[in-house]
């Protein structure tokens, strides 16, 4: 009994620590992201291939690079230490772009015959951009938000040098945390033994990343049939 109390409260911590670093990360990143896509869809499509070549540079980058930048900038530079912000806020570098890119996609894609019926009417770029074309592009947009945190939901690397692997509850974003990917690498590396357990925690991984992409799947759906209802 107690062994399975101990055990339970071990996952639970992971669990929390990836779900604190997700969030945070997502927090981040989603104003910044929509504000580029909604930036390069709307306002400047033909003048913005060098911001669109750096975006694409950065969604290419391997995650090891962002987190020994992580490391060396948010830990080391700003002194946040191994902890939940310093995750979250790599994370966030990471989901910038490829959300970025997937936003202004799912933007370009809704029909210019809305943005020249608000033309006609006389209605500011701002106000039809917030009320008319955000909520005509949302199901796409939130399926690329869906995507592009699934991407980094199954990253060790990031995670080992900037959340750090302690095992304990995370109780505030300081504290440093253990997400499910790292204690699959850690267990499957550096504990004699640990390969059965790696298996197990890699199907809760793999369930969890199985769930975020049925939500990128059905999200849309979901969206449009409220929308026409």
Same mark, same amino acid.
Do not use: K, N, Q
């Given at each position: 009994?107690?062994?399975?109390?101990?055990?339970?409260?071990?996952? =639970?911590?992971?669990?929390?620590?990836?779900?604190?670093? /997700?969030?945070? %990360?997502?927090?981040?990143?989603?104003?910044?992201?929509?504000?580029?896509?909604?930036?390069?869809?709307?306002?400047?499509?033909?003048?913005?291939?060098?911001? #669109? /070549? &750096?975006?694409?540079?950065?969604? &290419? /980058? $391997?995650?090891? *690079?962002?987190? +020994?930048?992580?490391?060396?900038?948010?830990?080391?530079?700003?002194?946040?230490?191994?902890?939940?912000?310093?995750?979250?806020?790599?994370?966030?570098?990471?989901?910038?772009?490829?959300?970025?890119?997937?936003?202004?996609?799912?933007?370009?894609?809704?029909?210019? &015959? !809305?943005?020249?019926?608000?033309?006609? +009417? %006389? *209605?500011?770029?701002?106000?039809?951009?917030?009320?008319?074309?955000?909520?005509?592009?949302? $199901?796409? !947009?939130?399926?690329?938000?869906?995507?592009?945190?699934? #991407?980094?939901?199954?990253?060790?690397?990031?995670?080992?040098?900037?959340?750090?692997?302690?095992?304990?509850?995370?109780?505030?974003?300081?504290?440093?945390?253990?997400? +499910? &990917?790292?204690?699959?690498?850690? /267990?499957?590396?550096?504990?004699?033994?640990?390969?059965?357990?790696?298996?197990?925690?890699? *199907?809760?991984?793999? %369930?969890?990343? !199985?769930?975020?992409?049925?939500?990128?799947?059905? +999200?849309?759906?979901? !969206?449009? =049939?409220?929308?026409?209802?």
């Amino acid at each position: 009994l107690e062994f399975r109390r101990v055990l339970f409260r071990s996952i =639970a911590s992971i669990l929390a620590g990836t779900a604190w670093v /997700l969030l945070l %990360g997502v927090g981040v990143a989603l104003p910044i992201g929509l504000g580029a896509a909604i930036h390069l869809a709307e306002f400047s499509r033909r003048r913005g291939r060098t911001l #669109r /070549l &750096a975006i694409d540079v950065l969604a &290419a /980058l $391997p995650s090891i *690079v962002y987190g +020994l930048f992580g490391l060396a900038f948010f830990c080391e530079a700003l002194g946040l230490g191994w902890s939940v912000l310093s995750g979250g806020l790599t994370v966030a570098m990471m989901i910038v772009p490829l959300f970025t890119s997937l936003g202004e996609a799912a933007l370009t894609a809704v029909p210019d &015959a !809305l943005r020249e019926a608000g033309a006609a +009417l %006389g *209605v500011p770029r701002w106000r039809l951009v917030w009320r008319v074309l955000l909520p005509e592009a949302a $199901p796409a !947009l939130a399926a690329a938000l869906v995507l592009a945190s699934g #991407r980094v939901l199954a990253e060790s690397a990031v995670f080992l040098y900037t959340a750090g692997t302690s095992m304990r509850m995370p109780a505030g974003p300081l504290d440093p945390a253990r997400t +499910l &990917a790292v204690h699959v690498y850690l /267990l499957a590396v550096e504990v004699p033994g640990g390969g059965a357990r790696a298996a197990a925690a890699s *199907v809760v991984l793999l %369930g969890a990343v !199985l769930l975020t992409s049925t939500v990128a799947a059905v +999200l849309p759906r979901l !969206l449009l =049939a409220r929308r026409s209802a």
